[in-house]
């Protein structure tokens, strides 16, 4: 994965082709109604924003849901009072490693889903 950005109910996604030689694939997926689509477009791998001419192809079965996950701390007084743990953090001290280094490896003190 290149690349992921979600905006309310839909999810864009890049993903670097490793087989066919596709380049970059793009794919978006909505919850609500869900519906997916992917198609090599020749986009920048960094490259998220939403697609403006697609119409996505209706699940026949299963179910897609988008979370947005909520934004990292950038300072340190956001870790403060137990607001660490709605970050994901194990404790206060994690969360402000976490600011002090810049944000670097934001998994390394968070819970894992």
Known sequence: MTCLSVSGNTATINLQDQGTGFGIVTVQVVDEPDSFTAAPV???????????????IPLSGGDIVVRDAPPLPTSKGQCKDGS????????????????ATGGKNPMAGAQQP
């Open 42 to 56: 020749g986009r920048a791998p960094t490259d998220c924003s939403p697609p403006t001419d697609w119409v996505g």
């Open 84 to 99: 660490w743990q709605k970050f994901g953090f194990k404790n206060q001290g994690d969360c402000v490693s976490f600011v």
